[in-house]
């Protein structure tokens, strides 16, 4: 099995079976069923928000470790916990509230291994998590998934989050980067 579906069936199982936390696989490996599929190295997720921050990072960090020496003060200014499960680096975003209640009711679940799910970010979801983050690679996996996804998009619903972030951050670039990639 891949390293990295089988670290992120550790990550269902810790986070959705045993915390009854809502989660998200996003980044590289949900490219693989959005977009144009490419290697990577780690796993991306968003957990939902409905532990105190402090409490989130302790039950994950007792369980799986931290890949920083200060994992709260990391958490608390970034909103993100990184891990090593399985060998593989996991980086665990922790789902903004509003925002989240979208991204959670449009999971899709796939089998990955006979028995075994988990929960991929719509492909909407997986080109705003990109157009927040913005690094080349990222310009480049938002127009594989427009390439691949084509009308099938609500790029009405994208437009709508990347504005709403776009202007709670002052940052006109976040939204330019989706659309540069839709007048392609």
């Given at each position: 099995?891949?390293?990295?579906?089988k670290a992120?069936?550790?990550?269902?199982?810790?986070?959705?079976?045993?915390?009854?936390?809502?989660?998200?696989?996003?980044?590289?490996?949900?490219?693989?069923?959005?977009?144009?599929?490419?290697?990577?190295?780690?796993?991306?997720?968003?957990?939902?928000?409905?532990?105190?921050?402090?409490?989130?990072?302790?039950?994950?960090?007792?369980?799986?470790?931290?890949?920083?020496?200060?994992?709260?003060?990391?958490?608390?200014?970034?909103?993100?916990?990184?891990?090593?499960?399985?060998?593989?680096?996991?980086?665990?975003?922790?789902?903004?509230?509003?925002?989240?209640?979208?991204?959670?009711?449009?999971?899709?679940?796939?089998?990955?291994?006979?028995?075994?799910?988990?929960?991929i970010c719509?492909?909407?979801?997986?080109?705003?998590?990109?157009?927040?983050?913005?690094?080349?690679?990222?310009?480049?996996?938002?127009?594989?998934?427009?390439?691949?996804?084509?009308?099938?998009?609500?790029?009405?619903?994208?437009?709508?989050?990347?504005?709403?972030?776009?202007?709670?951050?002052?940052?006109?670039?976040?939204?330019?980067?989706?659309?540069?990639?839709?007048?392609?």
């Amino acid at each position: 099995m891949n390293p990295q579906i089988k670290a992120a069936l550790a990550m269902h199982d810790f986070f959705f079976e045993n915390l009854k936390l809502n989660y998200a696989v996003i980044g590289g490996i949900a490219l693989q069923f959005w977009g144009e599929p490419r290697f990577t190295h780690d796993l991306d997720i968003t957990v939902q928000d409905r532990l105190d921050l402090a409490e989130l990072v302790k039950v994950t960090t007792e369980t799986f470790g931290s890949r920083v020496s200060d994992p709260n003060a990391f958490a608390k200014e970034t909103r993100m916990l990184l891990l090593n499960v399985e060998d593989v680096d996991v980086d665990v975003a922790v789902a903004l509230r509003g925002y989240e209640d979208s991204l959670f009711e449009r999971v899709q679940s796939y089998e990955v291994e006979q028995g075994k799910r988990l929960n991929i970010c719509s492909a909407e979801d997986l080109i705003i998590h990109k157009a927040l983050a913005g690094r080349p690679q990222d310009i480049t996996d938002i127009q594989g998934v427009i390439d691949r996804q084509g009308d099938s998009l609500d790029v009405q619903y994208i437009r709508s989050w990347l504005s709403e972030f776009s202007n709670a951050l002052a940052d006109t670039e976040i939204l330019d980067r989706f659309e540069r990639s839709v007048r392609k």
